[in-house]
């Protein structure tokens, strides 16, 4: 949590310091402000998140969920290189509306994360289709990838494969044993399939609404 309010801090400074208003350099400063504000904002909404399951004070408001509503809000903050594939006919989900959008922005918010902006370029793809009287949710991404043995750790709290490289992104362990309990109470099941160096894809299967 510390890194985007230094990053904050030395940016605003730094435009303090200006005597003379530069707009474009300005408009750029701003522009890095914001972005570590959203990060800032994911992490504490994580940890709120977080310690509200471990306290058990979070109540699941079941209801018939529309998945493309839910993937469309989940996306609101991932505007650009994004691609999505609804399924036609897509059933509803029985499911807590703001939390699987929780589920799908932390999956969406690493495969930004730990897909490098290489020339060509982030490929993240967002799918929903129908198995087994289930509604799969998919989420691509052509990035590090995460070794087979560390496949079923990344689960657990706080647990980070690459504790350097999250000083950069700015995480804390936290987003996918959220993701896990929020898709377990659900009655749901999450798994990963990657593929070191070529990129991960995460699966959440909820129970189709009846
Ligand atoms: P955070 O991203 O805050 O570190 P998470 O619980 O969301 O915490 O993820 C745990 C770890 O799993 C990450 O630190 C990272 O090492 C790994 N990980 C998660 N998603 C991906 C992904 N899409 N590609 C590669 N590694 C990932």
Known sequence: ???????????????????HVD?????????LIASENLRLSRLIENFLTFSRLERNRQRFEF????????????????????????????????????????????????????????????????????????????VEDNG?????????????????VDRRLVRDTGGCGLGLSIVEFIVHAHGGAVRVQSQPGHGSTFFVALPEAV
């Open 144 to 160: 590090i990838g995460i070794a087979p043995r560390e496949q079923k750790r990344i689960f657990r709290r706080f647990y980070q």
């Open 63 to 138: 209801t018939d969920v529309d998945p493309t509503r839910a993937i469309e809000a989940a996306m609101s903050a991932h505007p650009g290189a994004l691609s999505v594939l609804v399924a036609p006919d897509l059933p509803r989900v029985r499911a807590d509306e703001d939390a699987l959008v929780t589920v799908l922005r932390n999956l969406l918010d690493n495969a930004w994360k730990y897909t490098p902006d290489t020339p060509g370029g982030k490929r993240i793809a967002v799918r929903a289709y129908r198995e087994n009287a289930r509604v799969v949710f998919a």
């Open 23 to 31: 707009v474009p350099k300005t408009r750029e400063y701003l522009g």
């Open 1 to 19: 949590m510390k890194t985007p309010v230094a990053s904050v801090r030395v940016l605003v400074d730094t435009l303090l310091a200006d005597e």
